[in-house]
């Protein structure tokens, strides 16, 4: 079988070797042309898969994206069409929760603002935002869930309404998938009258899709004078983002908060076995038989270890301060998508094992971290 896949999707060679051939492609230039004799294509979120795209695909029966969002694949097309298609889903939820950590960690280092007693909301409730929900429960932080799709499917028990979500809430994250229309739409989910509606300093987040909000509307209320806090991940019309935007972020990073290396490979893995399901293939390969070691696996903790070697921690595995660094100083020679494509290895907090005997060993487990075995 001939297997198209995107130049940054790892271990693809690995995974597939015995199924097809494996052939590369740019993610955001993909052809037409390029789809002619090909049996599977495997995409990331920069390829938009589109009646355009799939013009002279004369024997594909197979599309997966690694990803978790969709809104760059036509489904309905690729039904239509008896293509076969499978995505990703929760494959970096892991990353993308430790990403906030990181963040809200960093922003309360910075600001010398305890996190302890702050109100955070998080919209979207699904992977992301229950495996974050769970994560946060240690930091002392009053948690509400907005999530209207989840509380009409009965599976949400205390859902918050957005609008007192963001009045309520020091902090606002957002974890909603792009929905273009319908009665939950998410698209400007954050408008301007919603931003002008915000508690002077509210943190908003974002690591879902740039639409999400209005990043024209945002950069408006903060000319006019409004504080507020940005950590922004994702960005409207990547990748030629709104630039303007850049100097008040207190952090930016280039759409890389699912981009652990566990997360990446998580969603080839993941494309694996749905193509060894398509064609009834056995799955016998993990990503455990390609991913080299940490170079850090553990740590012992003493009787004095405090909260702040909680910060230490986390922030040893992931600082989001070297994201904002790599964004800051190298998008205009660079550009978003080189930034992307070179971006450093990162690992999850699981690859750390700490003892179990320590103050803080409770927390570390709740944040995501290893127990040590003895
Ligand atoms: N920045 C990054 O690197 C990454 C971004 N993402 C983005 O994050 C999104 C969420 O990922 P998951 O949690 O894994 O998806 P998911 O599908 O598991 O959860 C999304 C949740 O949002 C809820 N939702 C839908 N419309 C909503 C609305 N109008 N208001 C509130 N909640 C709403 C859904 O009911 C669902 O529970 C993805 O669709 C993707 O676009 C995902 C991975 C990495
Ligand atoms: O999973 C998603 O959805 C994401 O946004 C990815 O983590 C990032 O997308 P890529 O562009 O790296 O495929």
Redesign the pocket.
Known sequence: MRILADQNMPLVESFFCEIGEVTRFDGRNLQPDELKNVDILLTRSVTKVNKILLARADKLKFVGTA???IDHIDTSLLASANISFSSA??C??IA?AEYVISALLAYAQETSTPLQGKTIAI???????ACLASKLKGLGLTILL?????QQAGTLDSHVA?DEALARADIVTF?????KQGP?K?VH?LDASRIAALKPGTVIIN???GDVIDNQALLHAIEGGQTLELIL??WENEPNILQPLLQYTRFASV?????TLEGKARGTQMLYEAVCREFDLPASKTISDFLPKPSVTGCQLQSTANEQDIVNLAHLVYDIRRDDGIMRKQLNTLGFDTLRKAYPVRREFSTIAVNNDSPISEKLYQLGFSEHKS
């Open positions: 990803t978790i969002g889903p929760g970096n939820a993308v919209i979207g409730v699904g992977n992301i935002g907005c999530d209207p799709v989840r957005l974890h909603v998938p792009l929905v939950h998410t989910l690591a879902s899709r991940d994702v759409h890389i908060a699912g981009h």
